[in-house]
Each structure stands twice: as C-alpha cells, then as structure tokens.
C-alpha cells in the first residue's frame, strides 16, 4: 500500500512540476514585466516543490524557487545614446496553485 502511496505520489508531483512552470510563465511574468520597461526570464530554478494535498477533484501544491530576469530601462534610442540600462538579477518567488486533478 505505502509504494502504491509514493508511485501515485511521484506521478503527481511530475504533473504539477509541468502545471508550476505554465503558471509561471502565464501568470508571474507579468509581476516582472511591470518592473522595466522591457523583461527577459532568463531561467526558473524550482527548490522546493511541496504537495500540500491531494483530493478527489483538486491538487493543492507549493513552489519555491528563483527566477532569473533581464531588465532593460529606456528605449532603443536610449540605448543607442548610451543613456538606456540592463540589469541582471534574481527573485526569489513563492507558488501556491491548485490544480485540477485529471478523470
């Protein structure tokens, strides 16, 4: 019973690892976006990823981690004046979803 628990365990920790990253892109982007006046995620690093239950109908999980950003300041001409600015830098961000389970 206890491995039938851990396999059905990894099975939905593998889905919510790939529901976590479409969240992320779709939905926080746009908290990063609002900071420059151009954004680039360079990568998302996942440190934790915590199943906080699993129900009949909904899975409900918790993400830790940092992403990676590019922001730019000024426009094209900025930066062609030599007056525009780029800076690399790392967010920590924490997820709570819940996602549907599959039937």
Not at 5 to 15: F, H, I, K, L, N
Not at 43 to 64: D, F, H, K, M
């Amino acid at each position: 019973m206890e491995e039938c628990r851990r396999g059905v365990r990894r099975a939905v920790e593998y889905a919510v690892n790939d529901h976590a990253l479409e969240v992320f892109t779709q939905e926080m982007f746009s908290e990063i976006d609002i900071l420059s006046t151009r954004s680039a995620v360079d990568g998302v690093q996942i440190g934790s990823l915590e199943i906080t239950s699993i129900g009949p109908a909904l899975v409900n999980y918790r993400v830790t981690g940092d992403v990676y950003v590019e922001l730019s300041y000024g426009s094209k001409s900025d930066f062609q004046r030599d007056m525009g600015a780029e800076i690399r830098t790392v967010f920590p961000f924490l997820l709570t979803c819940r996602r549907q389970s599959a039937r």
